[in-house]
Every structure is written in structure tokens, then in C-alpha cells.
């Protein structure tokens, strides 16, 4: 019955972008934390969180309200890196001791008060640094499987439907990210062993 | 199940993504192969670290240059609201003023009333005259047509003013 109506209804442009508004509000922060997990720059995962944004804004009046977009989003942004990794040619390959831009400021300034809570949040801050910069040593195939499965908690047949490539494809790439990062990551993997 | 092929599978093992006769075949395996059980504890504990990583913010400003990339300027969080319309937030500034308006005068009537019963109309007069004199932002003009000149100079206030 909602369908019939939203057929009938003419299109009013409010609407679409009180619509829009609250597709960003709903997705947004997930969407860019994907796109940086995978990128690795806060300018790359907000080109690319916008970039799949644009395009829910072009196929809004396709869109089905009752439908969750998280999975048309996270194909969205996985097809617009692999665009983005053609356009660079190749894979960057960043070293372990070079900088990374990190999201610790903006941790930081995320919770002033509590000083315990700033004394976490850094400590997560160097963790999450060093788990980036571990995910970036990955070639991308390889780290977009195992950001997808294990940041995101994808299953393996959702992965593959994602980045169009067999489930297979998807077991050994995790398994192949999973070993490397085991042994990059293996201080604070064994300081979270207690918690 | 041998240790070659086990160890392959570890990781579909953790995440509980094979069949289920090579789930009981693995499991088998890691019951007997202390390396194996060692190896999958790494990769669990790698499976949780990544799990634990927390969504950065999205950055400052992130909606609104969206809108300006798509060429449309950001709405207000009023955009939706018709512009004849009061909105609500200005609708309530106004009644409140409207309301201020009224009662001030109104409660200070009533009590310069009670005040004027207690102590009597003329030390009341009296009393106010003077504080109104002395308020720097009245005008003498005005203090000397509601209490009349000749009453300011007989409780000794000069109509013109102190002299600065
Ligand atoms: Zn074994």
C-alpha cells in the first residue's frame, strides 16, 4: 500500500532531501569509516564516502524506503575504490614507518572531560594506528576481504556478491590477511587477550 | 584430516564458514594438534582486534560539502518549515515578550499598591519620588510632571538634575 502511494505522489524535492538527510545521518559515519579502513586517508574515505552518496542522491526516487541501503552502499564504495586503486595504477604501498593520517584528534577531542577516558581513548588512538598502518601493508584485494569480513562482519557470501568474486576467493584473501596481521599485530593483539 | 589442510582452513573454521562435515573433520584435527589450536587462538584474537577498531567521526562538515557538491545549497534545520509561518522557537521569543510586556507593569502596580498601603500614600510618594530621581536613566522631565518640581526640590532633588 505504501508503495502504491509513493507511485502516485508526485515528486516533491523537501522531501527528497529530508529523505537524503537522513540516509546521511543513518549511514554516513559507517560508510566513511569503511572507505578509511580501506583507503587509509581521511581524504580519500570522504572523497569516497561522498562519491557513493551522489549516487543514492541520483537513484533516490529508485530507492525503496522499506530497503536497507548498507549493502547497495558498501558495494557503492567497494566498486568506487577499486576504481579509485585503477586510477592511481596499481597499489600504493605504504610503509610501516611512514605517517599516517589517523583519526586521533578527532578521538581525542571526542570525549575532553574524563581523564581515564583520554587516557583509553589515546591508548585506542595508538592501537587504531598501528592496526591502519598494518591494513595498509596489505595489498587492497587482500584488505578490502578482511575489512569487509572482519571490521564490518560481513559473511563470505556477502563479500563476494560485494566485490564480485568467488566465495573461495573471498576464504583464501582472509585467510592470506589474517596471517599477515597476526604477526604485524601481534604486541597489542596479546594486550587485548586479557579484556 | 591432515595438518596441512587444517591449517588452511583455520580461518573458515573460526568463522564457522564450512561445511559442516569439514567443520567436524577440522574440529577433530584441533583436538589432536596442539599447533593447530595455537594458530586459531592467534587468528581469533586478530578477528577481535579488528572487531574492537572503532568508526572514526565522519569529518566537520562533511554534509554540508556533500550539498555543495551535488550544487544545492545545505538546508537549514528549518529548510522544511514554510517561511510564512512563525517558526516556533521565534513564535515562543514573541509570546513571551508579549507576556513580559503585560505582567511587569501589572505585578509592579499591584505591589507598589501594597507597599503604598503599608507605609502610607505620602512617605510612599515620598520614597518613590526619590528613588526615581536618583535613577540615572530616568528622565527629570518626566520624574517632575508625575511627582511635580516643587515636590522634588521639597525632598531636596533638583529637577534639572545632579549636577555633574
Ligand atoms: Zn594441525
Redesign the interface.
Known amino acids: 500500500m505504501a508503495r502504491i502511494q509513493e507511485q502516485e505522489r508526485p515528486a516533491d524535492p ?1 522531501d527528497d ?2 529523505r537524503f ?1 537522513a540516509l ?1 545521518e543513518r549511514y ?3 560508510v ?2 569503511m572507505a ?2 580501506m583507503a587509509g586517508s ?1 581524504a580519500d574515505a ?1 572523497d569516497l ?2 562519491e557513493a ?2 549516487r543514492v ?1 541520483r537513484s533516490l526516487s529508485r530507492l525503496r524506503p522499506d530497503v536497507p541501503l548498507e549493502g547497495w552502499l558498501y558495494r557503492t564504495v567497494t566498486n568506487l575504490f577499486i576504481d579509485l586503486l585503477r586510477r592511481r595504477r596499481g597499489p600504493r604501498i605504504q610503509s610501516l614507518d611512514e605517517p599516517l593520517a589517523t ?1 586521533s584528534g ?2 581525542a577531542r ?1 570525549r575532553p572531560d574524563a581523564s581515564a577516558d583520554v587516557e583509553r581513548t589515546v591508548l ?1 588512538a595508538i ?2 594506528r598501528r ?1 591502519q598502518q598494518a591494513l595498509m601493508s596489505l595489498l587492497p584485494d587482500v584488505r578490502m576481504v ?1 575489512v569487509l ?3 564490518e ?1 560481513y ?2 557470501e556477502e563479500i563476494a556478491s560485494m566485490m564480485g568474486i568467488p566465495v573461495g576467493t573471498v ?1 583464501s584473501r ?2 592470506r590477511a ?2 599477515a ?2 604477526g604485524r ?1 601481534a604486541p ?3 594486550g ?2 586479557g579484556s | 584430516m591432515n595438518h596441512h589442510r587444517a591449517v ?1 582452513l ?3 573454521y573460526l ?1 564457522a ?1 564450512l561445511a559442516s562435515e569439514e567443520m567436524a573433520e577440522a574440529q577433530r584435527h584441533l583436538a589432536d594438534c596442539p599447533e593447530c589450536r595455537a594458530e586459531l587462538e ?2 581469533r ?15 566537520q562538515g ?2 554540508a ?2 550539498w555543495s ?2 550544487g ?1 545549497p545545505a ?1 537549514g534545520p528549518w ?2 518549515w514554510p517561511f510564512w509561518m512563525p517558526r516556533p522557537a521565534t513564535a515562543f521569543a514573541v509570546l513571551a515578550l508579549d507576556l513580559v510586556l503585560v505582567a511587569v507593569p501589572a505585578i509592579r502596580g499591584h505591589q507598589y499598591r501594597l507597599r503604598a498601603a503599608e507605609v502610607g500614600p505620602d512617605l510612599f510618594l515620598r520614597r518613590a519620588a526619590q528613588a526615581q530621581a536618583r535613577d540615572p536613566l530616568m528622565d527629570r522631565a518626566f520624574v517632575g510632571l508625575v511627582f511635580t518640581d516643587a515636590n522634588l526640590r521639597l525632598i531636596g532633588e533638583d529637577p534639572r538634575g545632579p549636577v555633574r
Open positions: 523537501q532531501r529530508a538527510e546521511v554516513g559515519r559507517r566513511y569509516a578509511y579502513r581521511e570522504k564516502a561522498q552518496f551522489i542522491w583519526t578527532e578521538l571526542e585506542g592501537v587504531d592496526v578482511v569480513a572482519d571490521v562482519g559473511a563470505y576464504k582472509l585467510h589474517r596471517l596481521l597476526r599485530l597489542f593483539r596479546d587485548l587477550e | 588452511r583455520l580461518s573458515a568463522d564458514e592467534g587468528l584474537a586478530t578477528r577481535r582486534l579488528l572487531g574492537s577498531l572503532e568508526a572514526p567521526d565522519l569529518p562533511f554534509a560539502d556533500l557538491r551535488l544545492r538546508p529548510a522544511w
